[in-house]
């Protein structure tokens, strides 16, 4: 009888954790005060992104240079997911040659004051990912490159391209973290293949 006790609590035990694991990385926690993404709710209870336009209307040849920063970022990400620091660093420092590369003389008037904002903190984070050889330390620096990176994107777009705002309710001890993707499949930069599929797109950008 003691035998069978201990066997079912130790089942009830595991369901729980499961069931807390599961509830958790569903991305329905708090999401650290970013109540602006725009989503919708259906009758059935599941959310459906909508696309959000962006802020300025600016000349498509900067929108084509975001875009070529945001592929480049992915390919930063990917690196962060496979969990390789040293590709990591090599993608951070490619990363931060297209940023160098954007014509801020394409923009004017409070665009042109919305990326001179953005960009010291997107060149500081980039400099920080190739500093360290520490992949958490390189994860918490994209952290701040990618909330600085979704407020660019927002702003000016990416002439059509999409870029999708993903939320990790686990990610730095329950803390939480956001990153962009170039799709709606879910690649966990901040755990790699220890929860690969952790997280939930909170907003699509176009």
């Known amino acids: 009888m ?22 958790n990385c569903s991305g329905k926690k708090d999401d650290g005060g970013h109540s602006d993404h725009e ?43 496979s969990s390789d620091a040293g590709k990591v660093r090599e993608e951070a ?53 990618s909330e600085n990176l979704y407020k660019n994107i927002k702003a000016f777009g990416l002439g059509g391209d999409e870029a999708y705002y993903t939320y990790c309710p686990m990610a730095f001890d329950n803390q939480g973290a956001f990153w962009l993707s170039e799709n709606d499949e879910i690649s966990n930069p901040y755990f790699g293949d220890k929860m690969l599929k952790c997280g939930e797109v909170k907003e699509k950008l176009q």
């Open 39 to 81: 989503t919708t709710e259906d009758a059935s209870g599941s959310n459906e992104q909508q696309t959000t336009k962006p802020r300025f209307e600016v000349d498509r040849a900067f929108q084509k240079q975001m875009a070529d920063v945001f592929s480049s970022y992915v390919d930063l990400k990917n690196a962060l997911v």
């Open 93 to 145: 420092t490619d990363t931060e040659e297209v940023v160098a590369k954007v014509d801020m003389k394409l923009l004017s008037g409070a665009a042109h004051n919305d990326w001179m904002n953005y960009l010291t903190p997107i060149q500081s984070s980039l400099k920080d990912i190739q500093a360290s050889d520490d992949i958490e330390a390189q994860r918490r620096a994209f952290s701040a490159l």
């Open 2 to 23: 003691k035998t069978r006790s201990k066997s079912t609590f130790f089942a009830v035990l595991f369901a729980a954790t499961a069931i807390a694991f599961i509830t």
